[in-house]
């Protein structure tokens, strides 16, 4: 009777295990890797490119032939962490458009996925903060990919040089998306003053934690 | 019927032993206490998601990272973490809301070390941009695996397997 019982459970206990086994098996055995984005590196040559603006006209890069550069952020509505940022873009224009870099905020997230992120809530909120940069959005989301923008905000400074584009700095705007009061290190106002200045950019890429951009054809 | 009985008690026994369990942490870290946390030398794989309560894609995913890591605790030495990169000050609000709506009973850290974030993002994994959600796996110290986006849950069970 002993035996019978003990065999019993441990039958019991192996189908259990077995169905908990199943449960969870892998229906694929395929394993997705991570394509790590191309776009550009310290150095490159960035495209122009032409996407609409808040005030429906298009907006190209050769738009501007007194710039000496740009402050290209990539940025949107609805991401706290653009959210906690919207003033910051704001100042760095308020401080670097008249001294030849202006601000060019593009939106890449798909607005299908992300409703707030589409054109009218665009407008809107450049119009309720009082952007004075152009808000574009990148339709085709073919803008954002040849960058190698990844998350809101990321920002690419691009300096000209004999008529070219060419990238200086990718990264955070600071050190401290939470407390603009406590932030210790200004990588954007430090690359575009020392492009000023005709002096090397110390930090060249950092990171910070950002939203990822939403596109339906790629892992979210 | 003293057959049923012992089948009957036998299984109460085992699914209470299921149960048995220290409460799940909640708790502020800053980069190196996590570090420490998650790459330990006790041949236990560490499944640690990176996560925030605002977050959508994070927040889709987080229900079958759930399903996986409760099929796997009492199986296998494994354990998954889940890490906040929330505000600080949201731990016990946003976070305490989530973590009740979602019935996680994970370890849930929040990184409070946003200062660092240039270094502890490609600490972390050098291919690492920032954009979350993001997965890493370690076992013995060692970094098995590195997903930034999200995972299936194929995909997410597929990676354990591999390395179980």
Known sequence: ?220 | MKLYALIAFVFLLSSAAHRIKTPPVRASVNYDQLKEIIEKNDDKLYVVNFWATWCRPCIEELPHFLEVSSAYENQAPFQMILVSLDKAELLETDVAQMITKLNIDNDVYLLDDNKRMNYWISAVDSTWSGAIPATVFYKNGQKLHFTEGQLTKEELTTIIQKHL
């Open chain 1, 1 to 220: 009777m002993k035996n019978i019982t003990l065999l019993f459970i441990a039958i019991t206990a192996l189908t259990l295990s077995a169905f908990k086994l199943v449960d969870y098996a892998p229906s694929t055995s395929k394993t997705t890797e991570d394509v790590v984005p191309q776009g550009y590196a310290i150095g490159d040559e960035a495209s122009d490119f032409s996407l609409k603006n808040i005030d429906d006209k298009m907006v190209s890069l050769s738009n501007y032939p007194d710039a000496k550069g740009f402050i290209v952020t990539f940025t949107c509505n609805h991401c706290p962490y653009a959210v906690a940022y919207e003033q910051r873009i704001m100042d760095l224009d308020a401080k670097y458009a008249s001294l030849g870099y202006p601000v060019i905020a593009i939106s890449p997230n798909d607005p299908a996925l992300v409703p707030e992120d589409g054109m009218d809530e665009m407008k809107k909120l450049a119009s309720t903060k009082g952007y004075t940069f152009p808000y574009l959005l990148d339709e085709k989301q073919d803008v954002y990919p040849l960058f190698g923008a990844t998350k809101t905000p990321h920002i690419f400074i691009l300096h000209k040089e004999n008529g070219k584009n060419i990238v200086k700095y990718i990264g955070a705007i600071d050190n401290n998306y939470a407390n603009p009061e406590d932030v210790t290190e200004r990588y954007v106002e430090d690359a575009v003053d020392a492009l000023i200045a005709g002096t090397k950019i110390e930090v060249t890429t950092t990171k910070a934690i950002g939203c990822s951009i939403k596109d339906s054809r790629k892992k979210k």
